[in-house]
């Protein structure tokens, strides 16, 4: 299978800061990359779609001021969660779509906010 | 429409045994049904995944059985050992497009030694 990677696996933050997740696709290139966000014994949650080279798609309830996303190159999205509260602590995991069919996951970052 | 319904929540078997894992949905236009793996503080796996001109795909110890006219689709594990033990998730996509994958719920399998 691809490998995507994910960094960093677990960081933790102050209330107030920001903090930036980056998702790689290492052995091939991917126009779209996912990121959801997932709770404790709970599915994914898809939280917006990343198209390379334009801006990202949000689902509804998602904001996209606070979650900024950034598709700079064929094997690289970023996440950047603004103004960090509590209520972010979450496991967030990136996808990465190899056309036309498979989408292959990060290992993930678990971000706590004190 | 988008929905995949994804059952049983949990699931225990012993060692050896064949847990099954059913996936239903609704939306005529999904070609393709991956099953991922997910162990607690990872992200999920890619396990094996169906498109629907087959009726079974198996890879290993892993088998998907898929039923076009009942939109439902099943995950097999044979011989299943303790490793097994995680988190598995049925997902339904639709190729060529950049739309996201909709998953199931997920089940949460423990296979006793």
């Known amino acids: 299978g691809a490998v995507v990677s994910q960094h960093p696996s677990r960081v933790i933050c102050k209330s107030g800061t920001s903090v930036k997740i980056e998702c790689r696709s290492l052995?091939?290139?991917?126009?779209?990359m996912f990121w959801y966000r997932q709770f404790p014994k709970q599915s994914l949650m898809l939280m917006a779609t990343?198209?390379?080279?334009?801006?990202?798609?949000?689902e509804q309830g998602v904001e996209k001021d606070k979650f900024l996303i950034n598709h700079a190159s064929l094997t690289l999205s970023t996440l950047t969660v603004t103004s960090a509260h509590p209520e972010d602590s979450s496991f967030y995991i990136c996808?990465?779509?190899?056309?036309?069919?498979?989408?292959?996951f990060g290992p993930g970052t678990r971000l706590t906010v004190t | 429409q988008q929905q995949v319904k994804q059952s049983p929540q949990s699931l225990i078997v012993q060692k050896g045994g064949i847990p099954i894992i059913n996936c239903a949905y609704e939306?005529?236009?999904?070609?393709?049904f991956p099953w991922y793996q997910q162990f607690p503080g990872k992200g999920p796996a890619l396990l094996i995944a169906?498109?629907?001109?087959?009726s079974e795909k198996k890879e290993g110890r892993f088998t998907i059985s898929f039923n076009k006219s009942a939109k439902q689709f099943s995950l097999h594990i044979m011989d299943s050992q303790p490793g097994d033990s995680a988190t598995y998730f049925c997902?339904?996509?639709?190729?060529?497009?950049?739309?996201?994958?909709?998953f199931g719920s997920g089940t949460q399998l423990t296979v006793l030694p």
């Open positions: 996808s990465a779509r190899r056309l036309p069919y498979e989408q292959y």
């Open positions: 052995d091939f290139q991917a126009t779209t």
């Open positions: 990343s198209n390379e080279g334009s801006k990202a798609t949000y």
């Open positions: 939306n005529t236009a999904f070609d393709y």
């Open positions: 169906i498109r629907p001109d087959v």
């Open positions: 997902a339904a996509g639709t190729s060529g497009s950049a739309r996201q994958l909709t």
